[in-house]
T-cell receptor
């Protein structure tokens, strides 16, 4: 079983749609959680951190459910510029590996 | 600040050749790492360093060497290239171990024929 699992997609949605991505992690000792964005053939960049209380940044909302070991990302009012691959990332405190990446979910927003 | 600078951007090697991927950061970050990204696999950690003079293996270290003689530089050496090492390589740095935001270089697309 992969340590961080994501639905690879692709998700093809029309502009203005709401889309949700899910991610599960296997290690219950994981402490920090993030969503990174990776544009085609580019490097990953931090989109937002994920907190137990949930957090929102404009059109983006991230949720964490520690009991179910589940992370989500909701994008409202999708824009063409949201087209990218979204990577779920987990940090296991005390692990030398630091960040463990999911394989990513590909999103295409259609005009 | 340039951030994380990674060279070259593209490289084609023949099986058995060796080469060094360069990575430099100007943010005075302690922690640097190398990942490879393959289709459907996500980013996998090759080697990492928690500071100058200290390196350790990640998830997929075989066939690669690293050194960290300065805080700024963290080169990755392929000892004898194999087709299985065809991949996209990313160097990353974070301010300190456990810091939440990793800054990545632009990547190196390596093909081994």
């Amino acid at each position: 079983r992969k340590e961080v699992e994501q639905d690879p997609g692709p998700f093809n949605v029309p502009e203005g749609a709401t889309v949700a991505f899910n991610c599960t992690y296997s290690n219950s000792a994981s402490q920090s959680f993030f969503w990174y964005r990776q544009d085609c053939r580019k490097e990953p960049k931090l989109l937002m951190s994920v907190y137990s209380s949930g957090n929102e940044d404009g059109r983006f909302t991230a949720q964490l459910n520690r009991a179910s070991q589940y992370i989500s990302l909701l994008i409202r009012d999708s824009k063409l510029s949201d087209s990218a691959t979204y990577l779920c990332v987990v940090n296991l405190v005390g692990s030398a590996r630091q960040l463990t990446f999911g394989s990513g979910t590909q999103l295409t927003v259609l005009p | 600040n340039a951030g994380v600078t990674q060279t070259p951007k593209f490289q084609v090697l023949k099986t058995g050749q060796s080469m060094t991927l360069q990575c430099a950061q100007d943010m005075n970050h302690e922690y640097m790492s190398w990942y490879r990204q393959d289709p459907g696999m996500g980013l996998r950690l090759i080697h990492y360093s928690v500071g100058a003079g200290i390196t350790d293996q990640g998830e997929v270290p075989n066939g690669y060497n690293v050194s960290r003689s300065t805080t700024e530089d963290f080169p990755l050496r392929l000892l004898s290239a194999a087709p299985s090492q065809t991949s996209v390589y990313f160097c990353a740095s974070t301010l300190e171990y456990g810091d939440r935001e990793a800054f990545f270089g632009q990547g190196t697309r390596l093909t081994v024929v």
